[in-house]
């Protein structure tokens, strides 16, 4: 609007003034054009007011469905607490069953594991550094006897070694993902195994095959199982090694996840056997041994 006004000034004079020619005027009329023009192309550009986001009014399909989501993170805040209500102290399962020690390391192991999009590379290169830290704590369990030696500078060194007479049993399949970390700390360790299945029609387990060292009644057995959901597979094993003549109190179970239920059950029918695991959580990660065999 400002560019505009001198041209109709000088417009409305033109017939007025005296001295103003028709030569003039054609002069006149190219500054204007040309004022009018630097007038135009230096005027700065003019941008629309956008309105703020906040500022927009949602729409019938842009307003939030607060309804659904209130009621999502209703039902997820009761799943968990209907959780935490299954969950117990681990003095209420007995004096021999036992945790390992928890730290960040493990709950991170933990939570690779039982996400569900981990890879199965990663999987199982998670799950077995958390085998090892159980079958490391697991061997604490074993008898130790005191031992002298003589260290390289002729010193004489008071320290411990095992007590000869343990093997170690797996509960196959999954079980079976247990025995390379025992045997990476014990490389000389006999193993046994038991293949238990849950019978098609009853669905209760019975034990299909079970090949022991001759002398595993006089040993100390460390009998691996990573996941217990019921503890019947677990009960149906031990019950095979005791009628192999194996004390309840020599049998070590190492487990890596266990239900309260299950924790329940296999110290109610044991409660002398020693049971170590790294977790005790209403719900189990079931899908271990077929994503460590890459079965699933």
């Known amino acids: 609007a400002r560019g505009r006004q001198p041209a109709r000034v000088f417009c409305c004079c033109s017939s007025t003034h005296p001295d103003f020619t028709e030569d003039s005027h054609k002069s006149v009329r190219v500054n204007i054009m040309g004022t009018m023009s630097e007038v135009v192309t230096s005027r700065p550009p003019a941008f629309e007011k956008k309105t703020s986001a906040t500022q927009i009014p949602p729409t019938d399909k842009q307003k939030p469905n607060t309804c659904s989501d209130h009621h999502n993170a209703q039902n997820v805040d009761e799943s ?95 079980g079976e993902a247990m025995e390379q970390g025992l045997r990476s700390c014990c490389r000389s360790i006999r193993l046994g195994k038991i293949l238990v299945e849950s019978d098609l029609e009853t669905h209760e387990a019975r034990v299909v095959y079970a090949k022991f060292p001759e002398d595993i009644s006089q040993r100390k057995v460390l009998l691996m199982y990573p996941i217990m959901s019921s503890g019947n597979t677990v009960i149906k094993a031990v019950n095979v090694l005791q009628e192999h003549a194996v004390d309840e109190e020599n049998i070590i179970l190492l487990n890596l996840f266990s239900t309260p239920a299950a924790a329940r059950t296999i110290t109610s029918a044991f409660p002398k056997m020693h049971i170590l695991t790294s977790e005790v959580h209403p719900v189990a990660p079931n899908h271990f041994g077929q994503k460590y065999f890459g079965t699933d």
Do not use: H, M, W
Not at 82 to 106: H, K, N
Not at 125 to 139: K, M, P, Q, S, T
């Open 80 to 174: 968990d607490s209907c959780i935490e209500s299954q969950l117990e102290p681990v003095e209420c399962f007995g004096p021999y069953f036992r945790l390992i020690p928890c730290s960040g390391q493990v709950k991170e192991l933990q939570t690779i594991i039982r996400d569900r999009n981990t890879s199965r590379s990663d999987f199982k290169f998670y799950a077995d550094r958390l085998i090892r830290l159980v079958v490391e704590e697991g061997l604490n369990q074993l008898p130790y006897s005191d031992c002298s030696i003589t260290t390289p500078t002729g010193c004489q060194y008071q320290g411990l070694q095992f007590v000869k007479g343990n093997c170690g049993v797996s509960i196959v399949r999954s």
